[in-house]
């Protein structure tokens, strides 16, 4: 009865944006979060091939017509992502809720194949060399599969987070989403090379001249330049000159003792990796960089928060970012806003005719000599609650910034009270109240009127806005567990998490594991945090103390957390496998 009453809220308080038409009847109840790069434009420029997660689909469209020439209805909550076309122009959409790849005709619709590859899939590409596809996987299976069908050839192990995949010569490369890290592998699936985007410097007292770095989080998006270089483009964490606090405006972080650059704690960014990495010339200036395309000529940004692709020429993906406060350069982008929504995909055509996808009309629109849009069939979409997820603040940051897709930068951040991990939203919100740390929000619109209006400086939020928060939040799905676990450890695992004698259930009870209660382990007094899809959200406890789950049991570990001190290593990573299933 819960999930009826959800559904229904949710269809009523959706407000269409200022501009748009009304929708001809309520819209589906949109229950994905904005991750972006979900349209390609084939090699010969005719089709545009798009993911469309709002309505479980899949489109192929001419852009000399606005012919639809495939549409593909999808199972509901397949949540098709990241496409690549082979050399046969078939096109693979990893399906991330499905766990599935699809493989296609664009021309007639035509599935070609649809199998099983992971529990969640993420990123794609195919190789040439090989004719194999690659699927990256967010449970940290890399899989390669013949692009004609088939089953997987191999599986390799590269850890949990996996997120784009780019075939670069001879050799893959895969990224990581939270932690930034660009893993390459040879032909036998031998580690060549791991390299995080380097930090820069910014200055925290520009009266002293004291620097401290800003640090790479959540890597949206990687792709190969037209000269074989990878582009990401990911957000960083700035050095604070002071704790976050949660006055009006607090996470603006301006200091009111000294003169610093003030810009917030969050900054988007892009980094090359060729021989040597370098990031580029500070451009963006809004936040959620979630794609990016790149021509010859130009360079195309859509940051979600603020509804725009930023377009620049490709000159400046020459100058490396000096500048000490991460001012904008001398040369601006143009900021494309056809006020259309939220854009979520953006590429290039041959002829370097910029392509823009915006699923809630949904539209496609062709910037070219003569402009045009392309109404795509479908209803229309929207959520008041996602557009305010994803909406910038007074400061250039969105609750998506902290919480992307959902769920969680992995950091930890100073506040006046303390260090706090941020905690992640996905996997049933509303039966995990009351939130934050120290249990002092007791409600989903206290905690949005808090943290967004006050503390980003967002404004005031509408009724629509409140009301439709915690359903549409409760509707994302949990992190995956991995596809291939030992069953086995997990059930010897489970028994040891329900015997009494370990004390966890004494705490990690019922359906969410947990008694939402506040109690102290040894840590100080803290909300007890729910252990679905825990195994994807290290680091772990509220100061980010234990950077795995074996951490947890041993160098963090406390009498009063558990009686755990005294199980084997074999028990401790069979009880961890559990941990790792939930």
């Given at each position: 009865?819960?999930?009826?009453?959800?559904?229904?809220?949710?269809?009523?308080?959706?407000?269409?944006?200022?501009?748009?038409?009304?929708?001809?009847?309520?819209?589906?109840?949109?229950?994905?979060?904005?991750?972006?790069?979900?349209?390609?434009?084939?090699?010969?420029?005719?089709?545009?091939?798009?993911?469309?997660?709002?309505?479980?689909?899949?489109?192929?469209?001419?852009?000399?017509?606005?012919?639809?020439?495939?549409?593909?209805?999808?199972?509901?909550?397949?949540?098709?992502?990241?496409?690549?076309?082979?050399?046969?122009?078939?096109?693979?959409?990893?399906?991330?809720?499905?766990?599935?790849?699809?493989?296609?005709?664009?021309?007639?619709?035509?599935?070609?194949?649809?199998?099983?590859?992971?529990?969640?899939?993420?990123?794609?590409?195919?190789?040439?060399?090989?004719?194999?596809?690659?699927?990256?996987?967010?449970?940290?299976?890399?899989?390669?599969?013949?692009?004609?069908?088939?089953?997987?050839?191999?599986?390799?192990?590269?850890?949990?987070?996996?997120?784009?995949?780019?075939?670069?010569?001879?050799?893959?490369?895969?990224?990581?989403?939270?932690?930034?890290?660009?893993?390459?592998?040879?032909?036998?699936?031998?580690?060549?090379?791991?390299?995080?985007?380097?930090?820069?410097?910014?200055?925290?007292?520009?009266?002293?001249?004291?620097?401290?770095?800003?640090?790479?989080?959540?890597?949206?998006?990687?792709?190969?330049?037209?000269?074989?270089?990878?582009?990401?483009?990911?957000?960083?964490?700035?050095?604070?000159?002071?704790?976050?606090?949660?006055?009006?405006?607090?996470?603006?972080?301006?200091?009111?003792?000294?003169?610093?650059?003030?810009?917030?704690?969050?900054?988007?960014?892009?980094?090359?990796?060729?021989?040597?990495?370098?990031?580029?010339?500070?451009?963006?200036?809004?936040?959620?960089?979630?794609?990016i395309a790149a021509s010859a000529d130009q360079v195309a940004v859509i940051t979600a928060a603020t509804n725009r692709v930023q377009l620049i020429s490709s000159a400046i993906l020459a100058r490396p970012d000096d500048s000490a406060c991460g001012d904008p350069t001398t040369e601006q982008p143009t900021p494309v806003d056809d006020k259309l929504g939220t854009p979520t995909s953006v590429a290039f055509t041959p002829a370097n005719e910029l392509i823009v996808f915006y699923p809630e009309l949904p539209a496609l629109v062709i910037h070219a000599a003569t402009p045009r849009t392309i109404k795509l069939p479908g209803r229309f979409g929207y959520s008041s609650a996602r557009a305010l997820f994803h909406r910038q603040g007074g400061v250039p940051m969105a609750c998506a910034s902290c919480h992307p897709e959902g769920g969680d930068d992995g950091q930890v951040w100073p506040f006046e009270f303390g260090p706090r991990r941020t905690m992640n939203l996905r996997g049933g919100i509303l039966a995990r109240a009351p939130y934050h740390w120290s249990g002092d929000m007791p409600d989903?619109?206290?905690?949005?009127?808090?943290?967004?209006?006050?503390?980003?400086?967002?404004?005031?939020?509408?009724?629509?806005?409140?009301?439709?928060?915690?359903?549409?939040?409760?509707?994302?799905?949990?992190?995956?567990?991995?596809?291939?676990?030992?069953?086995?450890?997990?059930?010897?695992?489970?028994?040891?998490?329900?015997?009494?004698?370990?004390?966890?259930?004494?705490?990690?009870?019922?359906?969410?594991?947990?008694?939402?209660?506040?109690?102290?382990?040894?840590?100080?007094?803290?909300?007890?945090?729910?252990?679905?899809?825990?195994?994807?959200?290290?680091?772990?406890?509220?100061?980010?103390?234990?950077?795995?789950?074996?951490?947890?049991?041993?160098?963090?570990?406390?009498?009063?957390?558990?009686?755990?001190?005294?199980?084997?290593?074999?028990?401790?990573?069979?009880?961890?496998?559990?941990?790792?299933?939930?």
């Amino acid at each position: 009865m819960r999930h009826l009453i959800v559904i229904a809220l949710a269809a009523c308080t959706t407000t269409p944006p200022e501009g748009h038409p009304p929708a001809a009847e309520p819209p589906p109840p949109w229950g994905v979060s904005i991750s972006g790069g979900t349209m390609i434009v084939m090699r010969d420029g005719a089709r545009a091939v798009i993911g469309d997660p709002d309505r479980d689909r899949v489109l192929s469209v001419k852009l000399a017509t606005g012919a639809v020439s495939a549409d593909i209805a999808l199972d509901p909550g397949s949540e098709p992502g990241r496409l690549v076309e082979d050399g046969a122009h078939r096109i693979h959409i990893v399906l991330r809720g499905s766990g599935a790849l699809l493989t296609f005709d664009p021309a007639t619709g035509k599935t070609i194949a649809k199998r099983s590859v992971c529990s969640e899939p993420r990123g794609v590409a195919w190789e040439s060399a090989t004719d194999l596809v690659h699927v990256a996987c967010a449970t940290g299976e890399l899989v390669s599969m013949p692009a004609a069908g088939g089953a997987p050839v191999r599986t390799l192990e590269l850890g949990r987070d996996l997120r784009d995949v780019v075939v670069s010569g001879a050799n893959i490369v895969v990224t990581k989403f939270r932690f930034p890290e660009v893993i390459t592998i040879d032909a036998t699936g031998a580690i060549l090379t791991s390299v995080k985007p380097p930090a820069v410097n910014r200055f925290l007292n520009l009266e002293t001249g004291t620097t401290a770095e800003s640090v790479p989080t959540v890597a949206w998006r990687t792709i190969a330049l037209p000269d074989g270089r990878l582009i990401m483009t990911h957000q960083r964490k700035r050095p604070l000159p002071q704790p976050l606090r949660v006055t009006t405006g607090g996470y603006g972080n301006e200091s009111t003792t000294i003169r610093t650059c003030g810009k917030g704690p969050i900054e988007s960014a892009l980094t090359i990796f060729g021989p040597d990495p370098f990031p580029v010339a500070a451009f963006i200036q809004d936040a959620l960089p979630i794609d990016i395309a790149a021509s010859a000529d130009q360079v195309a940004v859509i940051t979600a928060a603020t509804n725009r692709v930023q377009l620049i020429s490709s000159a400046i993906l020459a100058r490396p970012d000096d500048s000490a406060c991460g001012d904008p350069t001398t040369e601006q982008p143009t900021p494309v806003d056809d006020k259309l929504g939220t854009p979520t995909s953006v590429a290039f055509t041959p002829a370097n005719e910029l392509i823009v996808f915006y699923p809630e009309l949904p539209a496609l629109v062709i910037h070219a000599a003569t402009p045009r849009t392309i109404k795509l069939p479908g209803r229309f979409g929207y959520s008041s609650a996602r557009a305010l997820f994803h909406r910038q603040g007074g400061v250039p940051m969105a609750c998506a910034s902290c919480h992307p897709e959902g769920g969680d930068d992995g950091q930890v951040w100073p506040f006046e009270f303390g260090p706090r991990r941020t905690m992640n939203l996905r996997g049933g919100i509303l039966a995990r109240a009351p939130y934050h740390w120290s249990g002092d929000m007791p409600d989903i619109p206290t905690l949005i009127e808090n943290v967004f209006t006050k503390r980003m400086n967002g404004g005031a939020l509408t009724r629509s806005e409140n009301l439709s928060m915690g359903p549409w939040l409760d509707r994302l799905r949990a992190p995956a567990p991995k596809t291939n676990a030992d069953t086995t450890a997990i059930a010897r695992g489970q028994a040891l998490f329900l015997d009494p004698a370990q004390g966890c259930i004494n705490c990690h009870s019922g359906p969410m594991y947990t008694t939402n209660q506040l109690v102290d382990v040894g840590r100080g007094i803290f909300k007890v945090p729910s252990l679905i899809g825990v195994g994807a959200r290290a680091p772990y406890l509220h100061d980010g103390c234990a950077a795995t789950l074996m951490d947890r049991f041993t160098t963090c570990a406390h009498p009063s957390h558990g009686n755990t001190a005294n199980l084997s290593a074999t028990q401790l990573t069979d009880l961890i496998a559990f941990l790792e299933s939930l």
